[in-house]
């Protein structure tokens, strides 16, 4: 299974279709508001050609899904703290968002690669069918932990996921396939024609991370890939 072509499934209402790879705001727009916070969402996705948001997903010391990308709010929000050892009602004063706050926001015609730090066990799930339906529309979860993966996996079979990984290896190709994944998402230093081709042939999509310049993102566009993560200029191109 393959996500749906650009313009169906990226384009935005009064925005020229466009084919090509998804252009995902990586943790938003975090020159304008914080990394992964409710304004830098809305920043990214007022951006023309912003497709849709890639943010990180972590629990609260009360279980509560969180967007928050660190263990700690110490080089985000200024607070030398573990965000386990904070309720999730604490967090959101901290300007940390719950998950479920970020889906009530976010449009659902915005696509979402919405990455796992660690096994969220049944109550991501639940959160993630209660916004984005049982089917998790025009979403995908991607993480670099098996577990986490495996769960998403056990509980929500049918949902898409992509294998993380820094390299696209056959070993790498060979987990995601172990896991039943739809794709990978590799950095994007280690993907060329070859290495996509090789996924590909495997069945698997392959998305890339995180791209910060207009030239990299239209080089890596050639490669065939269904998805690129990117911030700084490359979100503005």
């Given at each position: 299974?393959?996500?749906?072509?650009?313009?169906?499934?990226?384009?935005?209402?009064?925005r020229?279709?466009?084919?090509g790879?998804?252009?995902?705001?990586?943790?938003?727009d975090?020159?304008?508001?914080?990394e992964?916070?409710?304004?830098a969402?809305?920043?990214?996705?007022?951006?023309?050609g912003?497709?849709?948001?890639?943010?990180?997903?972590?629990l609260s010391?009360?279980?509560?899904?969180i967007?928050?990308?660190?263990?700690?709010?110490?080089?985000?929000?200024?607070r030398?703290?573990?965000?386990?050892?904070?309720?999730?009602?604490?967090?959101?004063e901290?300007?940390v968002?719950?998950?479920?706050a970020?889906?009530?926001?976010?449009?659902?015609?915005?696509?979402?690669?919405?990455?796992?730090?660690?096994d969220?066990?049944?109550a991501?799930?639940?959160?993630?069918?209660?916004?984005?339906?049982?089917?998790?529309?025009?979403?995908v979860?991607?993480?670099?932990e098996?577990?986490?993966?495996?769960?998403v996996?056990q509980?929500?079979?049918?949902w898409?996921?992509?294998?993380?990984?820094d390299s696209?290896?056959?070993?790498?190709?060979?987990?995601?396939?172990?896991?039943?994944c739809r794709g990978v998402?590799?950095?994007?230093?280690?993907?060329?024609q070859?290495?996509v081709?090789?996924?590909?042939?495997?069945g698997l999509?392959?998305?890339?991370?995180?791209?910060?310049?207009?030239?990299?993102?239209?080089?890596?566009t050639?490669?065939?890939l269904?998805?690129?993560?990117v911030e700084?200029?490359?979100?503005?191109?």
């Open positions: 299974m393959t996500l749906p072509p650009v313009p169906g499934a990226g384009a935005l209402p009064g020229p279709p466009r084919r790879p998804l252009r995902l705001a990586h943790r938003g975090h020159r304008r508001a914080p992964n916070s409710l304004a969402f809305e920043a990214a996705l007022a951006i023309p912003c497709d849709g948001l890639e943010f990180d997903v972590r010391r009360d279980g509560v899904p967007v928050l990308h660190d263990a700690s709010l110490e080089r985000v929000q200024g030398p703290v573990r965000a386990d050892r904070l309720r999730a009602e604490e967090l959101e901290l300007g968002p719950t998950l479920e970020v889906l009530a926001v976010v449009p659902h015609r915005a696509f979402l690669d919405i990455e796992l730090k660690e969220l066990g049944r991501g799930v639940e959160v993630l069918s209660a916004g984005r339906g049982p089917g998790l529309v025009h979403a979860i991607s993480s670099f098996v577990p986490a993966l495996r769960t996996r509980l929500a079979e049918a898409p996921a992509w294998l993380n990984a696209l290896g056959p070993e790498v190709v060979e987990r995601a396939e172990r896991l039943g998402a590799i950095e994007w230093h280690a993907l060329d070859a290495s081709s090789a996924a590909s042939e495997h999509e392959v998305a890339a991370w995180t791209v910060r310049e207009p030239a990299v993102f239209d080089r890596l050639g490669l065939g269904v998805a690129i993560c700084d200029a490359a979100l503005d191109a």
